[in-house]
């Protein structure tokens, strides 16, 4: 059984790369949304595997997402990766105090996101 | 359970391929934003970089960072993240900095134009 991976992201090239990535590579449903509300909704109407979520988007960005996903008893324990460009330290450790399951980071090799995704949820 | 399957060459050939196809599709977006970058340059070397121009430099900067390593240009996404602090330091216009910028940003135009042809 294939998983089934949303990613929420607002930037179409890097929605595209991953979406790429997990359906080539893995093998995985990818469903996709290029909003925080969008990904909600998504989240809600398909009850994926996991999420990847970006961080900077405008509007509801990924950690007012992420915890809009833990308000909603529907989509409260799906797992949560956040997707960053952000290197800093200071930027890593706030996302990683926020509970998502793993914080990820762009550029990601689009040969071994899925393997990464994977072994941060300890899927075998 | 299995999910991920190990990739063999032929998965990454095939992967290879379509990456360009994103490539070609997304080069007059990333092409926009060293545009956006070019331009705050100018201005900076000028001294005429207004705080919204500088805003959209950094954010362009940030994105280019991102995507930028993910096709393979992974010196595309150390200037791009020059670039993005750089920008986000720069208050107040400086000629001298906006020379610098200048430098990168057109070494970052050179590597995706590069990129460009060899796909």
Request: glycine fraction near 8%.
């Amino acid at each position: 059984m294939a998983r089934k991976i949303l990613i929420i992201d607002d930037e179409d090239d890097i929605r595209e790369v991953a979406a790429l990535s997990l359906e080539s590579v893995a093998g995985w449903e990818v469903i996709k949304a290029s909003s925080g509300a969008q990904g909600l909704a998504r989240a809600e109407e398909h009850l994926p595997d996991a999420i990847l979520l970006d961080v900077m988007m405008p509007g509801m960005d990924g950690p007012t997402t992420f915890r809009e996903l833990r308000k909603n008893q529907a989509t409260a324990g799906i797992p949560v990766l956040l997707l960053t460009a952000k290197v800093q330290g200071t930027d890593q450790r706030r996302f990683a105090d926020l509970g998502v399951e793993a914080v990820l980071f762009k550029p990601f090799d689009p040969m071994t996101l899925s393997a990464q995704i994977a072994s941060a949820l300890g899927w075998k | 359970m299995e999910t991920t399957s190990q990739p063999g060459p032929h998965a990454d050939a095939a992967l290879s391929q379509a990456m360009d196809g994103l490539w070609v599709r997304f080069l007059p977006d990333i092409q926009e934003r060293v545009t956006i970058l070019e331009a705050a340059a100018e201005a900076s070397g000028k001294g005429k970089l207004a705080a919204k121009q500088r805003e959209n430099a950094q954010s362009a900067a940030h994105k280019l960072a991102g995507v930028l390593g993910t096709f393979g240009l992974t010196r595309g996404t150390v200037l791009a993240r020059e670039l993005e602090l750089t920008f986000a330091r720069e208050s107040s216009p400086r000629r001298n900095a906006g020379t610098k910028l200048a430098e990168i940003t057109a070494e970052l135009r050179a590597m995706i134009e590069s990129r460009k042809s060899s796909s």
